[in-house]
């Protein structure tokens, strides 16, 4: 596990050109799997063989999402322009994800209902993780 987290936060340094915002970034990514696992363990439902991979799917969002965020920082050099420009496109992402897999909360088979469930809940989780903890991770002095 750790050496994923390293090799992570190298691939994040590569992209970023920064060691704190890479350390920023890895950070916000383990936040969204310990949320959306934490949230599953206190409302104890049950976490099967469908479910399981919707957590997968909110980390690609996250990752997405903070790489446009990355990018753009390194254009604009202030985070207020750059939530200020990617603010939309990115909730409007986690909008059309979340509301096609909410089609899932509508089956019958309640393993596929978790899934769909997980992931809306991740993806929102990855948005505003990105547009809010990133940046606040973040701030300069």
Not at 90 to 114: E, K
Not at 128 to 140: K, R, S, V
Request: hydrophobic share 55%; charged share 10%.
């Amino acid at each position: 596990l750790l050496k994923l987290i390293g090799l992570f936060g190298f691939i994040a340094w590569i992209v970023s050109r920064s060691w704190k915002i890479s350390l920023c970034v890895t950070l916000c990514i383990m936040i969204i799997p310990s949320t959306i696992l934490g949230l599953i363990g206190l409302y104890q439902i049950p976490l099967d063989i469908i479910a399981a991979p919707a957590v997968n799917v909110a980390i690609a969002m996250g990752i997405d999402s903070m790489i446009h965020m990355m990018q753009a920082y390194r254009r604009l050099n202030s985070w207020s322009q750059v939530r200020k420009t990617l603010y939309r496109p990115i909730m409007t992402s986690m909008f059309v994800v979340s509301t096609g897999f909410a089609i899932f909360l509508c089956s019958t088979f309640p393993p596929t209902q978790r899934f769909g469930l997980i992931i809306v809940f991740g993806t929102i989780v990855a948005a505003l993780t990105a547009i809010f903890i990133l940046p606040l991770l973040h701030q300069e002095e």
